[in-house]
Nanobody, 120 residues
Framework: QVQLVESGGGLVQAGDSLRLSCAASGLTFSSYAMGWFRQAPGKEREFVAVISSRGGRSYYTDSVKGRFTISRDNAKNTVYLQMNSLKPEDTAVYYC?????????????WGQGTQVTVSS
């Protein structure tokens, strides 16, 4: 059974940093591209970042470029999202997801999410 478990969320002030982690089990982690998504209250879930299976490629939505960094450690079956210079508009539930394809419109596996709240 595949499990993706996010951690690292919390309540921070604008300008602070957080690092989210997503631990994966039950899948060949190094064969999967991993993405981060977020869903703010009253809004649809949106793409944040993706990293290729071996970590050589990554892509970000425009609103987080230069502030967020996605990375992975295949030896630990974990993907990370380093979030710097956080803004109130980054407040959302953050989800990690995995798919065999780097470019995907429908990810195979999803975590339960971790709440990030940024106060002004």
């Amino acid at each position: 059974q595949v499990q993706l478990v996010e951690s690292g969320g919390g309540l921070v002030q604008a300008g602070d940093s957080l690092r989210l982690s997503c631990a994966a089990s039950g899948l060949t982690f190094s064969s999967y591209a991993m993405g981060w998504f977020r869903q703010a209250p009253g809004k649809e879930r949106e793409f944040v970042a993706v990293i290729s299976s071996r970590g050589g490629r990554s892509y970000y939505t425009d609103s987080v470029k230069g502030r967020f960094t996605i990375s992975r450690d295949n030896a630990k079956n974990t993907v990370y999202l380093q979030m710097n210079s956080l803004k109130p508009e980054d407040t959302a539930v953050y989800y990690c997801a995995g798919d065999r394809n780097y470019v995907s419109s429908s990810y195979d596996y999803w975590g339960q999410g971790t709440q990030v709240t940024v106060s002004s």
